[in-house]
């Protein structure tokens, strides 16, 4: 059973966490939520010449060494961050990011945001579970409706998951064993 801790600046439905990620990891996993800014952290990687968007892989090279081999006995640890980020020399926008088979999940929210509030919140779930998914070692899927596709649009991610294909579901089931 991995244990995953969410660490959050946006507030979150109480069955999201725990009740929904776990859904959606087969109940391979446990999950716990806190509430946090990370204004100090996110501070140090803002860049003002992009408008004070946050410079994820640099954040999250910084953070993974700090949290690799446990945190607190945590396996994996998500950063839901209300900011935007990007990747230098790659990506003008992320919606999340994290190493195949790291520790650490950051997930950027500023752009998840518009229409309903229960809309805001499955994009975040799924980019959670998106970002998870990589953490324990899943790679992009090739299927639209599966959590594991790449979004480069909002439509992207509003067209897949919140659910893993069967494909990337039974190699989850063996990864988390
Ligand atoms: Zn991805
Ligand atoms: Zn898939």
Same mark, same amino acid.
């Given at each position: 059973?991995?244990? =995953?801790?969410v660490l959050?600046?946006?507030?979150l439905?109480?069955d999201?966490p725990?009740?929904q990620i776990?859904h959606?990891?087969g109940?391979? #996993?446990?999950?716990e ?21 946050i410079? #994820?892989?640099?954040?999250?090279? +910084?953070?993974e ?10 396996d994996?640890i998500?950063?839901v =961050?209300n900011?935007?980020g +990007? ?10 990011v994290a190493k =195949? ?18 809309? +805001?919140?499955?994009r ?12 324990f070692?899943?790679d992009?899927c ?20 919140p659910?893993?294909?069967q494909?990337?579901?039974?190699r ?6």
């Amino acid at each position: 059973m991995k244990r =995953i801790l969410v660490l959050t600046e946006v507030e979150l439905p109480s069955d999201f966490p725990g009740g929904q990620i776990e859904h959606y990891l087969g109940d391979l #996993a446990r999950v716990e939520m806190r509430m946090t800014d990370f204004e100090g952290l996110k501070s140090q990687f803002r860049d003002v010449r992009r408008g004070g968007q946050i410079r #994820a892989d640099a954040l999250l090279d +910084y953070l993974e060494p700090r949290v690799r081999g446990g945190y607190e006995g945590f396996d994996k640890i998500v950063l839901v =961050i209300n900011d935007d980020g +990007y990747v230098e020399g790659g990506l003008n926008f992320v919606f999340g990011v994290a190493k =195949i088979g790291g520790a650490l999940a950051l997930v950027f929210t500023k752009r998840l945001r518009g229409g309903e509030q229960s809309l +805001y919140h499955l994009r975040i779930l799924k980019e959670v579970l998106h970002e998870l998914g990589h953490s324990f070692g899943l790679d992009h899927c090739t299927d639209p409706k599966c959590v594991m596709y790449f979004s480069n649009t909002i439509e992207d991610t509003d067209r897949k998951g919140p659910g893993y294909c069967q494909r990337c579901m039974a190699r989850l089931r063996s990864l988390l064993r």
